[in-house]
T-cell receptor, first 111, second 114 residues
């Protein structure tokens, strides 16, 4: 079992729709959870992080964390073609500084 | 701030040659990470430093890989000898203990070993 699992996609949504990206992790002691966006040929850039159970909103983005079920998700409202990218879920385990990344979900927003 | 700086941006070399990748972290950041990204294996941590000291090098593939951080503003990742399977994008990232631990990535070095 991979430490951090994501559906590779592609996930295709029409412009203006809500895109839902999911991630599960195996280390129950994990403490911090991050979503990065990576455009083709570019480096990962942080979208948002979440530490506590529940929802965290930042503009069109909402991160959701459920530690009991060991999953974290990212919702993108009013999806735009410019949101088309690979979204990487990253987890920091207990007592660790380094992040473990999932393989990423490729999102395609159709105009 | 200039962000994390990496050089070279692209490197093409022949099998058996030595390759040196360079990274300048964001000023004031005390953690530095080296990652490798391939289609098959995704983004993998190779090694990370805290205050110039290597903390975890368990991701370094083998003895052909070595990394150093002689001071707070410079790190190198060296591959000697290089092999075709080392072809990947190598990212450097840095973070601050006081900055929500967010890692900021450099633009990466795209390495092709022929």
């Amino acid at each position: 079992q991979k430490e951090v699992e994501q559906n590779s996609g592609p996930l295709s949504v029409p412009e203006g729709a809500i895109a839902s990206l999911n991630c599960t992790y195996s280390d129950r002691g994990s403490q911090s959870f991050f979503w990065y966006r990576q455009y083709s040929g570019k480096s990962p850039e942080l979208i948002m992080f979440i530490y506590s159970n529940g929802d965290k909103e930042d503009g069109r983005f909402t991160a959701q964390l459920n530690k009991a079920s060991q999953y974290v998700s990212l919702l993108i409202r009013d999806s735009q073609p410019s949101d088309s990218a690979t979204y990487l879920c990253a987890v920091r385990g207990a007592g660790r500084r380094a992040l473990t990344f999932g393989s990423g979900t490729r999102l395609q927003v159709q105009p | 701030d200039a962000g994390v700086i990496q050089s070279p941006r692209h490197e093409v070399t022949e099998m058996g040659q030595e390759v040196t990748l360079r990274c300048k972290p964001i000023s004031g950041h005390d953690y530095l990470f080296w990652y490798r990204q391939t289609m098959m294996r995704g983004l993998e941590l190779l090694i990370y430093f805290n205050n110039n000291v290597p903390i975890d090098d368990s991701g370094m593939p083998e003895d052909r890989f070595s990394a150093k951080m002689p001071n707070a503003s410079f790190s190198t990742l060296k591959i000697q000898p290089s092999e075709p399977r080392d072809s990947a994008v190598y990212f450097c990232a840095s973070s601050s203990r006081t900055g929500q631990e967010t890692q900021y990535f450099g633009p990466g070095t795209r390495l092709l070993v022929l």
